[in-house]
């Protein structure tokens, strides 16, 4: 089972739309993070988010963690080709072990 | 080294045989950690270390899979007697956890393929 629920799976867009990534627990996590990855390569982290309620911006993405620290939400505003990649949600859990979410290919058409 | 290295980059091997994967975290990170990842999919967690001591090992899908750790550095996944399910890019990260917040770098990844 997964600690992390990450939706949707797959998101084929077109450039310049706008789109949401979930990611959904019932834990409560120290942190979250979120991570995108390209082929034949690791995640690279985007950004770290700790307290209850943040919202943090990273030029077009957005990054929200919940109140409850329990899920957290990304979303990317006018969407590039080069946002094309594989988006990753994980939870700091006990202040010392990473939970990744399923993870969502997101596709953006030129 | 600068980053987390892992080798070998690409393993293909025979039903059956025994695989050994590296990796060598960023210096001075105490926490390890190894990930399986089949095709475009996300991380499946084997094993967790802090330092020397694996505190988690619960993501290991038998026990034809093992881990150590030495030196509080390098560290080696070990498959017994591969199957054909284990073929995935096994992904190894490290990271210093400092008051609740830290950050997981990742190698590039070992893909092994079995025949």
């Known amino acids: 089972t997964q600690l992390l629920e990450q939706s949707p799976q797959f998101l084929s867009i077109q450039e310049g739309e706008n789109l949401t990534v979930y990611c959904n627990s019932s834990s409560v996590f120290s942190s979250l993070q979120w991570y995108r990855q390209e082929p034949g390569e690791g995640p690279v982290l985007l950004v770290t988010i700790v307290t209850g309620g943040e919202v943090k911006k990273l030029k077009r993405l957005t990054f929200q963690f919940g109140d409850a620290r329990k899920d957290s939400s990304l979303h990317i505003t006018a969407a590039q080709p080069g946002d094309t990649g594989l988006y990753l949600c994980?939870?700091?859990?006990?202040?010392?072990?990473?939970?990744f979410g399923s993870g969502t290919k997101l596709n953006v058409k030129p | 080294g600068a980053g987390v290295s892992q080798s070998p980059s690409n393993k293909v091997t025979e039903k059956g045989k025994d695989v050994e994967l590296r990796c060598d975290p960023i210096?001075?990170?105490?926490?390890l950690y190894w990930y399986r990842q089949s095709l475009g999919q996300g991380l499946e967690f084997l094993i967790y270390f802090q330092g020397n001591s694996a505190p988690d090992k619960s993501g290991l899908p038998s026990d034809r899979f093992s881990a150590e750790r030495t030196g509080g550095s390098v560290s080696t996944l070990t498959i017994q007697r591969t199957q054909q399910e284990d073929s995935a890019v096994y992904l190894c990260?490290?990271?210093?956890?400092?008051?609740?917040?830290?950050?997981?770098?990742f190698g590039e990844g070992s893909r092994l393929t079995v025949l």
């Open positions: 210096s001075g990170h105490t926490a």
């Open positions: 994980a939870g700091l859990y006990n202040f010392n072990k990473f939970y």
């Open positions: 990260a490290s990271s210093l956890v400092s008051r609740g917040i830290g950050e997981l770098f």
